[in-house]
């Protein structure tokens, strides 16, 4: 079976930092998807970055970037010069490539920026 | 682009009345919308499966004819909770997934707070 870990369930960093929010995954898939999404307080799930399990580059998207390591099944996202609005909710996900897509979240990480 | 809404934002309803919660993708069309449920503090379950014209795959453990998901349109899928309880409080969030691949493919929408009292 599919599972997600995410083992961080809150962090507090410096404003300006870079954070690194740990994701782990299992699978016996050879082909899947990762994504990462943020969840501010109000609820709505925001998609911050994508890894297909055949990409050959880690993905980047502004200030976020995802830490591939596939031997180890794990996906961290990495968050440079952190801001205040960056508070909030950090879900993990994978997407089974076959059958009809679904995903499957960790349980999350609580990021709190100090100011 | 990619625009899901839900309606309403937030219900609060009486125990053993029915709450219909819409998810429409506004700007493109979705064969799959995905209805999620997330307790305080908790992550995001997957509830069921949505294809348009056909009946809702559901999780283990969902109840089919409590949770009624019905997907009528490229653009619009439901979902009832009949005879709310209490215990069905919870955040609902639906996703669409676009007919044309992309690895963005589900959009979610804002989700509905549901209390019931």
């Known amino acids: 079976a599919q599972k997600i870990t995410q083992t961080q369930p809150g962090m507090f960093v410096q404003e300006k930092e870079a954070v690194t929010l740990d994701c782990t995954y299992d699978?016996?898939?050879?082909?899947?998807?990762l994504f990462w999404y943020k969840q501010p307080s109000s609820g709505e799930m925001i998609f911050l970055i994508y890894q297909g399990s055949y990409d050959q580059q880690n993905a980047t998207e502004g200030r976020y970037s995802l830490n591939f390591q596939k031997a180890r099944k794990s996906a961290n996202l990495v968050i440079s010069a952190s801001q205040l609005g960056d508070s909030a909710m950090y879900f993990c996900?994978?997407?089974?490539?076959?059958?009809?897509?679904?995903?499957?979240f960790g349980t999350g990480t609580r990021l709190t920026i100090i100011p | 682009g990619a625009v899901v809404s839900q309606h309403p934002s937030r219900v609060i309803c009486k125990s053993g009345t029915s709450v219909k919660i819409e998810c429409r993708s506004l700007?493109?069309?979705?064969?799959?919308m995905f209805w999620y449920r997330q307790f305080p503090k908790q992550s995001l379950m997957l509830m069921a499966t949505s294809n348009e014209g056909s009946k809702a795959t559901y999780e283990q453990g969902v109840e089919k004819d409590k949770f009624l998901i019905n997907h009528a349109s490229l653009t619009l899928s439901t979902l009832t909770v009949t005879s709310a309880h209490p215990e069905d409080s919870s955040f609902y969030i639906c996703?669409?997934?676009?007919?044309?691949?992309?690895?963005?493919?589900?959009?979610f929408g804002p989700g509905t707070r549901l209390t019931v009292t």
């Open positions: 996703s669409a997934r676009r007919t044309d691949y992309s690895p963005y493919e589900q959009y």
């Open positions: 699978t016996s898939d050879p082909s899947y998807g």
């Open positions: 700007d493109f069309q979705a064969t799959t």
């Open positions: 996900a994978m997407r089974h490539d076959f059958g009809n897509e679904k995903l499957t």
